[in-house]
């Protein structure tokens, strides 16, 4: 997990802040094919905003959730609020 310039979060929060997010995780939790779709869609668009649903916090916050993926997939947590969070992976050149 790298860490992100100030530039380059203000950049990924301008992109993604009036994008709907593109995944949900509900009742299933982090599981293994949510984990290969964010890394797909991080791939794909270097950038990725998750929505966390009521159902699938199950006693733990947020931002422990968003560490979890972060660190599983690689990629930078940007931000998160409330329920959402942001994630960025730059690209192997």
Do not use: C
């Not at 979060?9 to 982090?30: S, Y």
């Not at 791939?43 to 916090?57: A, D, F, Q």
């Amino acid at each position: 997990m790298s860490e992100l310039t100030a530039g380059k979060k203000r950049f990924v929060k301008q992109m993604l802040t009036d994008a709907r997010p593109t995944i949900w995780i509900g009742r299933g939790g982090a599981s293994e094919d949510l984990l290969k779709e964010v890394e797909k869609q991080l791939y794909k668009n270097k950038m990725v905003k998750v929505k966390i649903l009521k159902s699938g916090l199950a006693g733990q916050e947020a931002k422990q959730i968003a560490l979890k993926i972060a660190e599983q997939t690689g990629s930078s947590l940007v931000e998160v609020r409330g329920h959402t969070f942001m994630l960025f992976k730059r690209r192997k050149k």
